[in-house]
């Protein structure tokens, strides 16, 4: 007797794998949906919240009328300047730097084969708090003025970035491994040159705003910086969307991505530097957020699995809200005092994490 071999298709010529990425493709559609409206929800009732509370539909009013020269004003000059030059740079820094941190958590996962990898895991961060606290304590970088806290940050993260991208590489290709363990051994070394500097300094005050700048806060917010590192961050998750199959292949192991035709030491390195930009980017204008970068991406492989091309979109979105939200808190929970950012992510990200391991078979 013949045996017939083939594909089962339905009458349509639909196979079960085609309605299975359909099935994927719609979830993934509702997902980013969803959350996008929840972010273009969030933004102007987070900018309405404060001290003195601002109606969300004033709050568009002056965004409209100051990106899009909508001429009916009736607001004062005070909700104005609050709105504008205040709170609106801040909530929408929130919202780059979650999104920045929550695409970095999951590309370097993806680079290390490691699901507890994050932007603090390689150094990056730590290499960002090394230059914060040079510019804070002794004034390296006054030469650029405004920016020199921030730019002294990128300047620290890229650096940071650049001695594991050597340490990794040797004289070899780099591994998952050698990237990981050059990681952690930079950020050792640079979070012990940051409590150096706090130790060496006799400003009391300068070891409280580097404390404060390691724990995370969008203080600092301007436009400039939510410019630069949105445009950056953004940059970022373009590259990263592109190279969505490359990421993917990696999840497979070096020799399977080798066969895939994605050779794994140099995807790791191409997007060691687009994550190490976008990162520094966010850390330089934010300080030490953590719990963003690690936390988010579990959260997106829950709503729509561990393909990058959808994991990504989702996991931005899922940061820049969730960001907007602990920023809301950090203000108004012990006002007039600000909770440092990282405060308010830990204490949701490290039950979160609790709840995962508890998980795990």
């Not at 390296?140 to 990128?154: I, Q, W």
């Not at 199959?245 to 790791?268: E, I």
């Not at 191409?270 to 959260?299: D, E, K, R, T, W």
Request: charged share 10%; aromatic share 6%.
């Amino acid at each position: 007797m013949a045996t017939v071999t083939g594909t089962v298709r339905d009458g349509d010529g639909t196979t079960p794998d085609d309605l299975d990425r359909r099935s994927r493709s719609k979830r993934t559609i509702l997902w980013v949906t969803g959350l996008s409206l929840v972010l273009l929800t969030s933004v102007p009732v987070a900018i309405g919240l404060g001290p003195v509370s601002i109606p969300p539909g004033t709050v568009a009013g002056i965004l409209g009328h100051h990106l899009f020269g909508v001429p009916d004003v009736t607001w004062t000059p005070a909700e104005d300047n609050v709105v504008w030059l205040v709170r609106a740079p801040r909530v929408l820094l929130a919202v780059v730097v979650g999104a920045a941190l929550a695409i970095s958590g999951v590309a370097l996962q993806a680079l290390v084969r490691n699901v507890l990898a994050e932007p603090y895991l390689l150094g990056i961060s730590a290499g960002a708090s090394t230059g914060a606290a040079l510019t804070l304590l002794f004034g390296v970088g006054a030469a650029l003025g405004a920016g020199s806290l921030a730019g002294s940050a990128f300047i620290g993260a890229v650096a940071a970035t650049a001695v594991v991208f050597a340490l990794a590489r040797g004289s070899g290709r780099i591994t998952a491994v050698r990237l990981l363990l050059a990681g952690v051994a930079v950020g050792y070394v640079l979070n012990a040159a940051t409590s150096f500097l706090i130790f060496a300094s006799d400003t009391p005050e300068g070891a409280r705003a580097v404390l404060f700048w390691l724990l995370g806060s969008l203080t600092r917010a301007q436009w400039s910086g939510v410019l630069i590192a949105g445009a950056l961050t953004l940059l970022a998750f373009v590259v990263l969307v592109m190279w969505s199959r490359r990421l993917d292949a990696l999840n497979f192991g070096d020799d399977t991505a080798h066969a895939l035709g994605s050779p794994p030491a140099r995807v790791r390195a191409q997007a060691l530097v687009v994550v190490a930009v976008c990162v520094a980017a966010a850390v330089a204008v934010s300080g030490g957020i953590g719990f963003v970068g690690l936390i988010v991406p579990h959260v997106a492989r829950l709503c729509v699995g561990g393909v990058h091309r959808r994991l990504l979109p989702v996991a931005a979105l899922i940061g820049a809200s969730f960001l907007v939200w602990a920023d809301v808190v950090a203000r108004l929970a012990f006002a007039p005092r600000e909770l440092p950012l990282g405060i308010v992510t830990a204490v949701v990200g490290a039950p979160f994490l609790a709840i995962l391991v508890r998980r795990l078979p």
